[in-house]
C-alpha cells in the first residue's frame, strides 16, 4: 500500500487482520452471504457477536464519529477466488460470494446495511470499476479524476458510512482520496466557515440516480454545507453536483476544495484492503486511471450503512433494507 499524507499530524487509521481473524471472518461470511438471497431479507445478526474482536471493537470505535480522521483502513481481509473484472455496468459477477458476506457483516456492526430505492435497483453491494463509453461519468463506472465528495449529498438519508473493499488493483497504481473536513477547518477563514455553514447551496441528484432521465437533473432545496461545533465539523458536499447561490458562496466552495485538497490522504488499495469512510466527516475522490478492459482493470465493492433509520422512513420502505425514493421523501428534512 502506498500512503501519502500532506499534514505531518495526519495519522494512519488501519489495523491489520491476522491469518486466524481473518479465517474466522471469512467463515462467518460464508454462511452470512447465503442469507442474503434475496438481498433485502437477511438479518446477520446472529453472526455479529463473532466477528473477531479486535475487528468488532475498532468499527464500534470507529461508528461513533468522535475520530477526527474520518476513515479507517482494515488490512488482511479475505477475498477468496475473484473472476475476471466485468466490462459491463451492472453485472452482479458476485452474486452468492462470500464477500458480500463480509461487508454486510461490517455494515452490520457499524449500523445497517442499505441500498437505496432509486439506485442501482436497490442493491446493496455495488461494483466499482470501469465500463467501455462511460469513462467521463461521475460514478464508480469512471476512469477519469473523481473530485471531493460525500455519498448521495441530495438525499435526505445519506449514509453514515461506506466500505469500499479492494478486490483487483489493476494495472495502475490508483489512489483512493480522503480528506477529513475536521482537519480542513483550520485552511478556512472565518468568513468562508461563516458562509459554508448558511442555507447557500442546492446539490443536483447525483448521476447513479438519474439514469435514463431525461431532462434537467432534479436539486435540492437550499442546505448547509458545514455544520456541527468546533472541533466536531460535519460536511455535505459534492464537488460536481453542490453548487452555489451566489458569488460569496461559490468562492467559499472554491476555499472549502483547496482545503480538503491540503489535508487530502492517498491511499492505494491492495487486494484484501478494506477503507470504511465517515461519509458526515471525510469527503472521497480517486486519482484517475487507464483501464485496458482486459479482466484485470480495478475492482472494489462498495456498501453503505446507516446507524439509525427513523420509523417513519422504515414505514415507507420498499423492503427491509432500501431506502425509500428521494422523490417520496425529498422536503421531509
Not at 206 to 228: D, I, K, Q, W
Request: glycine share 8%.
Amino acid at each position: 500500500m502506498a500512503l501519502a499524507v500532506r499534514e505531518k499530524h495526519v495519522a494512519q487509521p488501519a489495523l491489520r487482520l491476522t491469518r486466524d481473524e481473518a479465517g474466522t471472518l471469512w467463515e462467518l461470511s460464508e454462511k452470512s452471504a447465503g442469507l442474503l438471497d434475496p438481498p433485502h431479507s437477511s438479518d446477520l445478526s446472529e453472526f455479529l457477536p463473532d466477528v473477531p474482536a479486535h475487528l468488532r471493537d475498532a468499527l464500534l470505535d470507529f461508528r461513533e464519529g468522535t475520530a477526527s480522521s474520518g476513515y479507517l483502513l482494515v488490512k488482511g481481509v479475505a477475498t477468496g477466488d475473484i473472476p475476471d473484472t466485468p466490462l459491463a455496468y451492472g453485472t452482479r459477477a458476485l452474486v452468492g460470494h462470500a464477500s458480500n458476506g463480509t461487508l454486510a457483516l461490517v455494515g452490520d456492526v457499524l449500523g445497517s446495511l442499505i441500498g437505496y430505492a432509486d439506485e442501482k435497483n436497490g442493491d446493496l453491494l455495488h461494483d466499482v470499476h470501469p465500463v467501455r463509453g462511460e469513462e467521463h461519468r461521475m460514478e464508480n463506472s469512471g476512469s477519469v479524476a473523481f473530485d471531493f465528495h460525500t455519498e448521495n449529498v441530495h438525499h435526505p438519508l445519506r449514509p453514515d458510512f461506506l466500505g469500499l473493499l479492494s478486490l483487483r488493483q489493476g494495472h495502475e497504481a490508483t489512489a483512493t482520496r480522503v480528506a477529513s473536513i475536521r482537519h480542513a477547518v483550520a485552511h478556512l477563514s472565518e468568513d468562508e466557515n461563516a458562509v459554508l455553514r448558511r442555507l447557500r447551496f442546492r446539490s443536483l441528484f447525483p448521476t447513479s440516480f438519474t439514469r435514463g432521465l431525461t431532462g434537467e437533473r432534479p436539486a435540492t432545496a437550499e442546505h448547509r454545507v458545514l455544520f456541527g461545533d468546533p472541533g466536531y465539523e460535519f460536511l455535505r458536499f459534492d464537488s460536481f453536483n453542490t453548487k452555489p447561490a451566489d458569488l460569496e458562496a461559490e468562492r467559499a466552495l472554491g476555499a472549502l476544495a483547496e482545503a480538503l485538497e491540503a489535508v487530502c490522504v492517498e491511499v492505494v488499495l491492495e487486494p484484501g484492503d478494506l477503507l470504511l469512510v465517515n461519509n458526515h466527516i471525510a469527503a472521497h475522490g480517486r486519482s484517475a486511471f487507464t483501464p485496458r478492459y482486459d479482466g484485470r482493470d480495478r475492482w472494489l465493492r462498495r456498501f453503505y450503512s446507516h446507524r439509525a433509520v427513523p420509523g417513519w422512513a422504515r414505514l415507507m420502505m420498499p423492503s427491509k433494507r432500501v431506502l425509500p425514493a428521494t422523490g417520496d421523501i425529498q422536503g421531509i428534512f
